[in-house]
């Protein structure tokens, strides 16, 4: 009998336990965050670190985002389009999160890449970016060259493609990627997972606080 | 007269018994608990599957560019038109809760009449709505006046 009762316990345990990781994820606080991608050496010996290349994108007011518009920010960038059916609106919601929550930080900037230029025009990624109401100094919603923005996806590790067979013509991954002052790759997160999202808010502000101690 | 063995057999399969029925008390609880709303656990995967990524899991929509399903006066106003929405889309604007909103709504061409009339009833009971039950005889006459293909 005493076997039985503790057989009992135990799998009552486990059944709890295993039911609570998974509801239960919880955010790690981090002191630093790794540097993503591929590393190499120059000729003095120096770390280089894989970095986001130069670009030119549109963004919904018109004005041409360059890595100079990120100078001294963090900036949170994505891959999407604005005819979209699937995940879109809920990475939009998630990171319509991280926009109100830095709001008073102007040292965070946001970067959604169109991945479908041709019909995402300025004027339509106006009309999507006033119906998110967020300001283009901030969020910048961009398009361009078509080879320019698949080419500049491929340096965040993103798979974007056109496909037919999709819903709506496209694929992406659904990720936000986190880069920092020096334009390199510092996490990649689900963009459509809260906990995720949660994890890189607090993430954020380790970079921020980096910075921070660097000046 | 029977022999002692069988009743052996039975004793050692206790074993197995104990921790599986405590297991499934506590996966009936937690059931309970959980599946308390009206719409049902059916209707709630399906709108996870097909809805939610526009009309988030709080039915608030996002912001102007997806219109809120919680407390929406177009949920009562176009009552009869949700199966044909749901099912074949939407474009164009509309005005929900007073406020305009013109970005389309896919269709879901994959859902079988029950599967629409599961999603209505969750939509209706959900988030504090309340409203008077759509039923499946209303989804499928809703549904054959908007089919395409029976279109004369």
Redesign the interface.
């Known amino acids: 009998m005493n076997k039985h009762f503790v057989l009992a316990i135990l799998s009552l345990v486990l059944g709890m336990l295993a039911c609570q990781t998974k509801e239960q994820r919880q955010v790690k606080i981090k002191t630093q965050l790794p540097v993503l991608g591929f590393k190499d050496l120059n000729e003095q010996g120096d770390t280089l670190y894989h970095t986001i290349p130069d670009f030119a994108f549109m963004d919904q007011d018109s004005m041409l985002v360059t890595p100079a518009t990120f100078e001294g920010k963090v900036y949170v960038a994505d891959f999407f389009f604005t005819s979209c059916p699937t995940i879109c609106p809920r990475m939009k919601a998630q990171m319509l999160r991280l926009y109100e929550h830095f709001k008073d930080e102007p040292r965070v900037a946001f970067l959604s890449h169109s991945i479908d230029p041709e019909y995402d025009q300025v004027p339509v990624l106006k009309a999507y970016a006033e119906k998110l109401e967020i300001s283009a100094s901030r969020w910048h919603l961009v398009t361009g060259d078509k080879t320019e923005i698949y080419s500049i996806a491929k340096s965040y590790f993103e798979n974007a493609a056109e496909d037919p067979n999709e819903p709506g013509g496209f694929i992406h991954s659904g990720a936000f990627y986190l880069v920092d002052t020096q334009r390199r790759i510092r996490g990649y997160y689900n963009g459509v997972d809260p906990a995720e999202v949660d994890q890189l808010m607090a993430d954020i502000q380790v970079l921020l606080h980096e910075d921070q101690s660097a000046q | 007269m029977k022999t002692k063995a069988p009743n052996k057999h039975v004793k050692t399969s206790?074993?197995f018994v104990?921790?599986?029925?405590?297991?499934g008390l506590?996966?009936l609880l937690?059931a309970l608990l959980q599946g308390g709303s009206g719409g049902g656990e059916v209707g709630q995967n399906l709108y996870n599957l097909h809805c939610?990524?526009?009309h988030?899991e709080d039915g608030k929509g996002?912001?102007?560019?997806?219109p809120p399903l919680a407390g929406a006066d177009y949920l009562q106003t176009q009552r009869q038109e949700l199966p044909c929405i749901i099912k074949y889309g939407l474009k164009g604007k509309i005005v929900v809760n007073g406020r305009e909103?013109d970005?389309?709504m896919?269709p879901n061409l994959q859902l079988s009449e029950a599967q629409v009339y599961n999603i209505i009833r969750y939509i209706q009971n959900s988030w504090g709505n309340e409203m008077q039950a759509m039923s499946l005889a209303e989804v499928k006459a809703a549904l054959r006046q908007c089919d395409p293909s029976a279109a004369k």
């Open positions: 206790l074993y104990w921790p599986l029925a405590i297991l506590f996966l937690r939610m990524n526009c988030q996002v912001r102007g560019l997806v909103f970005h389309p896919p």
